[in-house]
């Protein structure tokens, strides 16, 4: 009797290895507690072939094509591309930007602007992987808890889905765009009176006693959409990998996703050889990187306290994968400071990019690992900016406008008279303008 075949996906426990179906609904292994992660079936291509399969649905209109996600379904969810809640996402610029590259000593730094995504983050990328499983599996409703981008992606995906949405927040700590996006988008929104690990114990629990779909990064679907940030940038680098790929990490969902999408890359011979991975945190919610020091011998946890609240985490949920993804590339992880982050986003947003917080940490890390030797300064660098320049209206117009001192990159606006004098007072001030004669 022939076996029956195998599902074109199925979810695996990453610690006892027990198998469940792709449909079922728990986030973490109900025998073990431990994370699961979703296996696909190999892929009928592989190699050069696949590589090709790819780009050439970048000339087609199918919905799914369209999407910098669903592009590469075959390693994302396969079969499940027909019914994608898509906007679409992903197809983000990796540029090059001559003055962030020389801020942080290096020749070659690429910058991966996740921030063009819908609703200005990564998460998109693995919210309409998510938000498709939550309507394969009629979720009545969806929810996470979040420091502000996740929930403004779930809020709008689940709207366009048609499926209620709860987003758990901490109250005052979530950055002036992030909150109006989950008001905006229709999300029923919880202020938390705790911190982001509050609101996650409080989701988790709301998950499994309350039936809602849970949409963290532990759910393994999300992984599956994020991992093709790093298909994508391999892709427009012409599948020739760069020696090092930076990403600021907070719950350590993407550290992980870029982990599993590497092994991947070199498992289906996408790639020869794997970029090292470099995570960075803010040195005020460091909780991995005091685990890396110690070789990772434990798991930390912190009180959280930064100023890039996207990444203020004091323990966070990804930790064991995020491990593996850190050891299977010879990665590493560093931290910088709160100074460091905010000369690093002005430096960023001068250039004309421009990022929120989180995302310059990783610019502020390439930077230090370049000081110390890690990063060679000729080695290709890939950073990654997480989310736009506009989530985070409010720490701009105090850096900006309001710092008293001034920080040293703070461009303040000038209040005049409406009188053209003063136009040309300031012009000729600000630029040495020579007027035309
Ligand atoms: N950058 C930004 C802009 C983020 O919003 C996040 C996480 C990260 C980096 C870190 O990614 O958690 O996968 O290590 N934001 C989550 C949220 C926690 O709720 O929006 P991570």
Redesign the pocket.
Known sequence: MALPERPSSWQVCARCERERSALSAETSCPDCGALLEIRHRDPLETGENLRRLWSSRRGSDLPADLSGVWRFRELVLPGAEAEAVTQPEGNTPLTLRAPVARWAGLETLFLKHEGMNPTG???DRGMTVGVTQARRLKARAVA??????????LASYAAAAGIPALVLVPAGQVAAG?LAQALAYGARTLLVAGD?DACFELAREAAEKLGVYLL??INPFRIEG?KTIVFEALEQLGWDPPDWIV???????????FGKALAEAERLGLVRRLPRLAAVQASGANPFARSFREGFARPHRVSADTLAT??K?GN?A?YDR?VQAIRRTNGVVTEVSDGEILEAKAVVDASGLGC?P??A?AVAGARRLAAEGIIGRQDRVVAIL??HVL?DPGLLLSYHQQADPPPPRANRPIEIEPRLSEVERVLMRSFEYVLPT
Request: with cysteine; net charge positive; hydrophobic share 35%.
């Open positions: 983050s990564f998460k996470c808890a979040s420091t502000g981008n996740t929930s403004a992606s992030k982001f963290n990064s994020q990403v600021p990490a907070g719950n350590l969902g993407n550290t992980a996703a996207a990444i985490i966070p990804s995020a929120e989180a995302s940490a997480t989310g989530k």
